[in-house]
Structure formats: C-alpha cells, structure tokens
C-alpha cells in the first residue's frame, strides 16, 4: 500500500501541473530594478509631455503546464507585455497614442531604443470588448500604426497594406527623447 500512495505522489507531482499549481499559492514580493526610463514628447509648438517607466521583477505563478517565472514589467502594470502610453496628434488635431516600449525591451537594449521600436495606436480602450469569429471576448487595442521613416521631424507610421486591409499612412511631428538623447 505505501508503494502505492508513493507511485501516485510522484506521478501526480511530476505531470499535469500539481507542483506548479501548489507554488502558485505562494505570494512573493516584487523586486524593483534600479534606474528609470524618462520619455519626453516634444512637439512643434514648443509643447511637452512626459512619461516615467520604472520596472520590477515579478513572480508570474499560475497553474499551468508552462511552469512559474520571474518576469519583468513595469511598476504599476499587472503584466510584461502592458505597455504606457503617451497622447500624440497629427496637423488636423486627430488624437492618437505613442506606445512605449516596455520593460522586457528597455533592458534587452540597454535603453537604446530607435524608432523603429515604436508604434503609434489610435481608438485604444481596454474596458471595451469584442467578440471575434471564434466566440473568444477580446479587449479593443484599436488601429496599430508602425514606423516607416522620418523626414524633417516628421515621422511616418503605417497600417495595413496586406490581403484586403488598404495601406493608410499617418504623419506625426514630434521630437522623442529618452533619457534626455533623442530617438532617432
């Protein structure tokens, strides 16, 4: 009989989850990560705007096959891939959202972020939901506008242009700085 009981703690243990689901009980603090990313928008107008990332190591436990880590994110956020955002608009005062990078990115490159390394969102709203083909409810992340290139300041962002989504460009001036050096 103990031969039995053992066979079944250590099958049960070692497959479907068990041990990922008993650490997950757990609570563990978060570690906060020293330094600080100050991202500042300059516009044409002289205008400015300011946004301050501080990250921390989290523990990311959950019952499941994928086992439980040590991420990174960003103070405040409940998870690595939620982003902060800055208010950006273009020359007929449409109002769009500069989407920073986050806290797994600004260490890979040491905070030598490019512009390529940013993206532009417009209609972004998390508390609205829609329902995809499937039946699965999805939060609204709005329209996604990527890099292309900068003339003169003036740096432009694209959408679509793949199978029967239209190509549309955007066309923002602003002067992004991190850390007081300028995003080129």
């Known amino acids: 009989m ?3 009981v053992l066979f079944f703690v250590l099958v049960l243990t070692s497959s479907c989850g068990v041990i990922e689901c008993v650490d997950s009980q757990f609570e563990r603090e978060s570690v906060a990560i ?13 205008e400015s705007k300011f946004h301050s990332i501080k990250c921390e190591k989290y523990y990311d436990s959950m019952c499941a096959e994928r086992g439980n880590s ?12 939620k982003r902060s ?23 890979k490159l040491n905070s030598q972020i490019q512009m390529e ?12 939901t829609e329902k995809t083909e499937l039946g699965q409810v999805t939060s609204w992340l709005g329209k ?15 959408s679509g242009g793949y199978r029967d989504v239209p190509l549309e460009i955007i066309e ?9 050096t300028v995003v080129e």
Do not use: Q
């Open 2 to 4: 103990r031969f039995l």
């Open 34 to 46: 020293d330094g600080e990313s100050g991202f500042e928008v300059v516009f044409s107008n002289g």
């Open 70 to 81: 040590w991420r990174t994110r960003e103070v405040g956020k409940s998870g690595e891939y």
């Open 85 to 107: 955002y800055m208010p950006v608009s273009d020359k007929s005062g449409i109002a769009f959202e500069l989407e920073l990078p986050n806290c797994e990115k600004l260490i």
């Open 117 to 128: 390394d940013i993206s532009i969102t417009w209609n972004r709203n998390e508390s609205k």
């Open 144 to 158: 996604r506008y990527n890099y292309v290139s900068t003339k003169s300041g003036v740096h432009s962002f694209k």
């Open 172 to 180: 923002l001036e602003f002067t992004l700085k991190l850390n007081g």
